[in-house]
Nanobody, 123 residues
Framework: VQLQASGGGLVQAGGSLRLSCRAS????????MGWFRQAPGKEREFVAT????????YYANSVKDRFTISRDNAWNTLTLQMNSLKPEDTALYYC?????????????????WGQGTLVTVSS
């Protein structure tokens, strides 16, 4: 699965951004999907995941109640709605496809990655 993330940009604290990830082929609908992020000098970390059918979602504690992950299998598209953004949300955001159908919070379950889209939140 080839993935193309978009939607990053510069936003003030408290603002919103919507990230999108387009998958290249139909098997997107069979895989759980996730968003990860990597800030400068830090390791890549889990942000959110969604099961193959969209019925199960999980979030990192740091983004819970602010971010919403969703998917549209008809259009092979994954979305991350980010509200109430904070400067600590600044990072390169990656979408990824898991090897499983069930939602997965562990990076080791993911075997396909997009190129990343940069989110910068100013204070």
């Amino acid at each position: 699965v080839q993935l193309q993330a978009s939607g990053g940009g510069l936003v003030q604290a408290g603002g919103s951004l919507r990230l999108s990830c387009r998958a290249s082929r139909r098997t997107f609908s069979n895989n759980a999907m996730g968003w990860f992020r990597q800030a400068p000098g830090k390791e890549r970390e889990f942000v959110a995941t969604i099961s193959w059918n969209g019925r199960s979602t999980y979030y990192a504690n740091s983004v819970k109640d602010r971010f919403t992950i969703s998917r549209d299998n008809a259009w092979n598209t994954l979305t991350l709605q980010m509200n109430s953004l904070k400067p600590e949300d600044t990072a390169l955001y990656y979408c990824a496809a898991a090897r499983t159908a069930a939602a997965a919070t562990t990076i080791g379950f993911y075997n396909s990655w997009g190129q990343g889209t940069l989110v910068t939140v100013s204070s």
